[in-house]
């Protein structure tokens, strides 16, 4: 049953899809070429998801510090927000990684496509 129905989406979407390119081909939608794509994407990501990141990796410190300062003379509190202090580092530690990761593979793309 599950697999009919996920079956039906499947082909329900390619035609949804294929009547939108058609629709957009007919009306003129301008051709743009995967680099302006790219260039926008990463304008997008420093200018929106680089201060967001930063905040919510800032208010997840702010958090935690509150929860350090009531969980004062209570051990097993105390290591609860240890632990998620150690999550936030990994969650920064991935984040500014993947960034440094998208930056080496957009030049390298840069670099080839020259």
């Keep these: 049953m599950n697999l009919k129905r ?3 989406v499947i082909v ?3 035609f949804v899809m294929a009547a939108a390119v058609t629709t957009a081909s007919a009306a003129g939608v301008d051709v743009q070429d995967p680099g302006t794509f790219v260039n926008k994407l990463v304008d997008l990501v420093k200018t929106v998801g680089m201060p967001i990141g930063g ?3 800032f208010l997840s410190v702010v958090v935690i510090a509150v929860r350090t300062m009531i969980s004062q003379g209570r051990p097993e509190k105390m290591a609860e927000t240890m632990q998620g202090l150690l999550w936030v580092g990994v969650a920064g530690v991935v984040l500014g990684a993947s960034l440094f990761l998208a930056g080496v593979f957009l030049g390298i793309g840069e670099r080839l496509g020259s």
């Design 6 to 8: 996920t079956l039906t």
């Design 12 to 14: 329900l979407t390619v």
């Design 55 to 57: 905040a919510v990796l």
